[in-house]
Each structure stands twice: as structure tokens, then as C-alpha cells.
């Protein structure tokens, strides 16, 4: 009976470890995008960069002026920023005010925020925060699978492959093939089949599009 509770233990344990390594890991990826794009903005710069190896990403979030300015890099224009309570120190009115616009935003160009309230937000909760700016990121990065804003992706045709059936591929399926594409390029054996199981994607792409003129 011992032996079998230490094994339950031990692998509650090392489940409870992969979780948290998984979690740093997604953190600093997505501190690393938000240093790149936020980094000039006039409000945030007072706090940027973000060090991926403290808790600065969620305490920064709980404001809401993050999220905000973060859907607004993903698809320009979606939030007047004028009506982003920009201050060093909210009250809890208008954080939950800035945390509603965001919610709010965000469901309009296209994340799912099912089971996120502004209390959550307000308490910088990590795995609904990440969650969150994760489809953001994932959105901003769509926006550009066209040949007119990107046409490298000519470069992604095999061999007698037809240019109108590339552009009819679902843009996540042509990011994968452009992500994978350069990878393979570069000489990174893994491949990025999923964005959803593949906990590091945006790993790949930070190194993909470095130099492709699709990252600052």
C-alpha cells in the first residue's frame, strides 16, 4: 500500500513539474512577442521589458492596458484607445472597465473567452491569461497569410503545386506549411504539426520569421 501511494505521489508530482515547465515555458515566449511589439508603445514602455522570469507578465495584465493594447497590435484599430483607462495606478472600477473592453474585443476578432471573466483577469490568473494572449498572438499571425502582405509563401509550393490550392488551405494549415518549410530550411529536424499540442509553437515561429520579414 505505501509503495503504491509514493508512485501516485511521485507522479502527481512530476505531472504538477511538466505542468509548471510547460507554463514558464509559454510565458516567456509570449513576454518575448510583447517586448517586440509593445516595447515603443507610449503608455508601456515605462514597464518594458518584461522579465520572463518573474511574475511581472500577470501583475502588468491585471490593469487590463495590456490586453487592450495587445488586440489592437493583433487587429489595428479594433479598440479606440482613448477609452483605455491609462493611469500608473486604476482603481478597480476602471480596471474591470479596461478588462470588460478587452474581454469584449477580444470575442470580436474571433478568440474564445468562454469562462473568463474581468475577475480573473484582475487577479492575473496565469493559465486563463495565457490562454487568452495566446489566441491574440495566434490571430496577429494569421492576419498576414496572403501573397499580397506575404509573398514569401510562394516559396512553400512543392513541386507542381497549385498556387489557388495553397491560398485555399485554412491560414493555419498555410502557417504550418510556411513555419515548417523554413525550419526544415534552417536545419530543425521537429515539425510543427499542431498548434494546439505543440506547447512551444510560437517558439518556432518567433525563429521562423525572424529575418522573413514577418517579426520586428
Excluded at 120 to 128: A, F, I, N, S, W
Excluded at 180 to 187: F, I, P, S, V
Excluded at 196 to 210: A, E, M, Q, R
Amino acid at each position: 500500500m505505501s509503495t503504491r501511494k509514493s508512485s501516485k505521489n511521485t507522479s502527481s508530482i512530476l505531472k504538477a513539474a511538466a505542468a509548471d515547465t510547460i507554463i514558464e515555458s509559454e510565458k516567456a515566449t509570449y513576454v518575448r512577442h510583447i517586448n517586440i511589439y509593445l516595447g515603443d508603445d507610449p503608455f508601456l514602455k515605462q514597464f518594458l521589458p518584461i522579465d520572463p522570469a518573474n511574475n511581472d507578465l500577470f501583475n502588468l495584465a491585471k490593469d487590463g492596458v495590456l490586453l487592450c493594447k495587445l488586440i489592437n497590435i493583433a487587429v489595428p484599430g479594433t479598440i479606440d484607445e482613448r477609452a483605455i483607462n491609462t493611469k500608473k495606478v486604476l482603481n478597480l472600477w476602471e480596471r474591470n472597465e479596461n478588462h470588460t473592453l478587452g474581454l469584449n474585443s477580444a470575442k470580436a476578432i474571433g478568440c474564445t473567452v468562454v469562462n473568463i471573466g474581468t475577475q480573473d483577469l484582475v487577479e492575473g490568473r496565469p493559465t486563463l491569461l495565457l490562454g487568452l494572449i495566446s489566441q491574440i498572438i495566434k490571430i496577429q499571425l494569421l492576419a498576414d497569410l496572403n501573397l499580397k502582405k506575404t509573398p514569401q509563401l510562394i516559396e512553400v509550393l512543392e513541386e507542381g503545386g497549385d498556387i489557388e490550392e495553397l491560398m485555399g488551405l485554412a491560414p493555419e494549415k498555410v502557417l504550418l506549411r510556411w513555419m515548417n518549410y523554413h525550419l526544415k530550411k534552417g536545419g530543425y529536424e521537429k515539425t510543427v504539426t499542431n498548434f494546439y499540442s505543440d506547447l512551444k509553437v510560437f517558439d518556432y515561429v518567433n525563429t521562423t520569421f525572424s529575418g522573413k520579414g514577418m517579426i520586428k
